[in-house]
């Protein structure tokens, strides 16, 4: 298993949409595990296959206070959306900026699993925070997109300086 370094924000390689996964063979598996390696390392309770320059439609999730409940979705898509809720979020690939952004309180997800089984998840609370978070990246969305222009160009402005001092 491998850790895989983590496109960080602006990047524009986070901007691409990930294709769909034709076919779900060994390198599909290897990819999940290193992954999830890398999730669980990092920490986060999520990360996206955009998020380590692969632009393909594949994301990782446990949420659990476990850390025990690792989720493994192909192709996700949110065929249900309802209600509204308001969440602080953070992201790996924007370090040490968090900020609140709205999203649906519950959403049902409809993916394949590794088998290549069709599945679908309900979730309501993080998990669909999560969800709709790991999702934006494989359109190519940060979550900072969904916030004001002026604070987008003072976080860009604050990574780019937090670049230069560390260069
Ligand atoms: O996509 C990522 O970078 C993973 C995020 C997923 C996430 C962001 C906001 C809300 C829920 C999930 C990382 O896990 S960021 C670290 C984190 C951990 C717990 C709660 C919020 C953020
Ligand atoms: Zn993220």
């Known amino acids: 298993m491998s850790l895989l370094p983590i496109l960080r924000f602006p990047d524009p390689r986070l901007k691409k949409v990930a294709a769909p996964i034709e076919t779900i ?5 290897r990819l999940a595990r290193d992954m999830a390696e890398t999730m669980y390392e990092a920490p986060g309770i999520g990360l996206a296959a ?18 025990d409940q690792l989720l493994t979705l192909v192709n996700p898509e ?15 690939s924007v370090p040490g900026i968090y900020d609140k952004v709205g999203r649906a309180e519950r959403v049902v997800v409809r ?13 309501v609370g993080l998990l669909a925070v999560c969800l709709q978070h790991e999702i934006d990246h494989l359109e190519g969305r940060v979550f900072v997109e969904h916030l004001s222009q002026l604070k987008q160009v003072r976080i860009k402005n604050k990574l780019a300086k937090q670049a230069r001092i560390t260069a």
């Open 111 to 123: 993916y394949l699993d590794l088998d290549g089984a069709q599945r679908s998840v309900e979730a």
């Open 50 to 67: 955009t998020q380590v320059d692969v632009h393909r439609r594949l994301i990782v999730i446990d949420a659990s206070e476990t850390r």
């Open 25 to 29: 063979d060994g390198s599909v598996r």
């Open 78 to 92: 949110i065929v249900e959306l309802e209600g509204l809720q308001v969440c602080e979020e953070g992201c790996l």
